[in-house]
């Protein structure tokens, strides 16, 4: 039973153009959703994060949407970068509740 | 200055030994946590601590076993492994269990079991 849902195993974009990856949640009691960023042989690292209670939250380059309605949100980065190449996680929790259950990830290839 | 270590990061062992997995972080933060990545790439969580208290405890076999020493500590003992234990194991650590608190991850432990 996958809660959170990455349907696109891989992406590949043009270094500058925007990258925008997606995530869908089934379960309506999340209320707090990241997003984490993976090298290969390494750990996740945090990137973003967004309450239920925004349906935007920017930091720099990276931006990420809800639509609590839908429960879809997305991570745009713009202009993407080959340093940006990666493994993608989307997370979601219970605020009150932090355990997250991730996503699948989507690998992001961003080409020179 | 490694944050969130764990050691070993490989670690091929045969069906039916007992293994351990050390994770040690040195940010001072109060909660830690277990994570398996099996063969679909999911992370999931298998155990949380709290200042050495547990407060997550997943639905896994009982062979796996969770030990913190002191909160900067929290090491993984397995029991009896099986083919089925094969993962990769990422440890974590976050300043609290309260949902604003990123988790940050050790480099995983790639666990082989043949």
């Known amino acids: 039973d996958q809660q959170v849902k990455q349907n696109s195993p891989s992406l590949s974009v043009q270094e500058g153009r925007i990258s925008i990856l997606n995530c869908d949640y089934t379960?309506?009691?999340?209320?707090?959703f990241l997003w984490y960023k993976k090298y290969p042989a390494e750990g996740p690292t945090f990137l973003i994060s967004i309450s239920s209670i925004k349906d935007k939250n920017e930091d720099g380059r990276f931006t990420v949407f809800l639509n609590k309605s839908a429960k879809h949100l997305s991570l745009h980065i713009v202009p993407s970068q080959p340093g940006d190449s990666a493994v993608y996680f989307c997370a979601a929790s219970r605020w009150s509740n932090y355990k997250l259950t991730f996503g699948k990830g989507t690998l992001l290839t961003v080409n020179p | 200055d490694t944050a969130v270590s764990q050691t070993p990061k490989y670690l091929v062992t045969q069906m039916g030994n007992d293994k351990s997995i050390k994770c040690e972080q040195n940010?001072?933060?109060?909660?830690m946590y277990w994570y398996k990545q099996d063969s679909k790439k999911f992370l999931k969580i298998m155990f949380s601590y709290n200042n050495k208290e547990l407060i997550i405890n997943e639905t896994v076999p009982n062979r796996f076993s969770p030990k913190s020493p002191d909160k900067a500590h929290l090491n993984l003992h397995i029991n009896s492994l099986e083919l089925g234990d094969s993962a990769v194991y990422f440890c974590?650590?976050?300043?609290?269990?309260?949902?604003?608190?990123?988790?940050?991850f050790g480099n995983g432990t790639r666990l082989t079991v043949t």
């Open positions: 379960n309506s009691m999340f209320d707090y």
């Open positions: 974590a650590s976050s300043q609290d269990s309260e949902s604003d608190s990123p988790l940050h």
């Open positions: 940010l001072g933060h109060d909660t």
